[in-house]
């Protein structure tokens, strides 16, 4: 069984930078892609950003490339989001994601490819 949570969201004005967490624990870092996803109020689940453990690939949505970095951390389990330059459109609850599959770029971006979930955490950013 995979457990996800999410840490690191808060309040920030625009221009600041935050770092999220993603804490995984069972068997996730044998295989497989990692996700993380936002979700404004009164929108849908947005894919931002995924890392495939095989081959450590990393593929970023347009809305964050160059602004957002995703790492992993294999001694602690750990997929981090650096996000840099945030801006009000970036407030949501983000969350990370875990597919057993090492999804192709095709498939990244769709919730349905991911199995778990974590809880979320909030992301404010406002002057």
Not at 14 to 35: I, Q, V
Not at 90 to 105: F, G, M, N, Q, R
Request: glycine share 10%; with cysteine; charged share 15%.
């Amino acid at each position: 069984q995979v457990h996800l949570a999410e840490s690191g969201g808060g309040l920030v004005q625009p221009g600041d930078s935050l770092r999220l967490s993603c804490s995984t624990s069972g068997r996730t870092f044998e295989g497989g892609t990692l996700g993380w996803f936002r979700q404004a109020p009164g929108k849908e689940r947005q894919y931002i950003a995924a890392i495939r453990f095989s081959g450590n690939a990393k593929y970023y949505s347009s809305s964050v490339k160059g602004r957002f970095t995703i790492t992993r951390d294999s001694a602690t389990n750990t997929v981090y989001l650096q996000m840099n330059t945030l801006k009000p459109d970036d407030t949501a609850v983000y969350y990370c994601a875990k597919s057993s599959l090492s999804l192709i770029l095709s498939e990244i971006s769709s919730t349905h490819n991911y199995e778990s979930w974590g809880q979320g955490t909030q992301v404010t950013v406002s002057s």
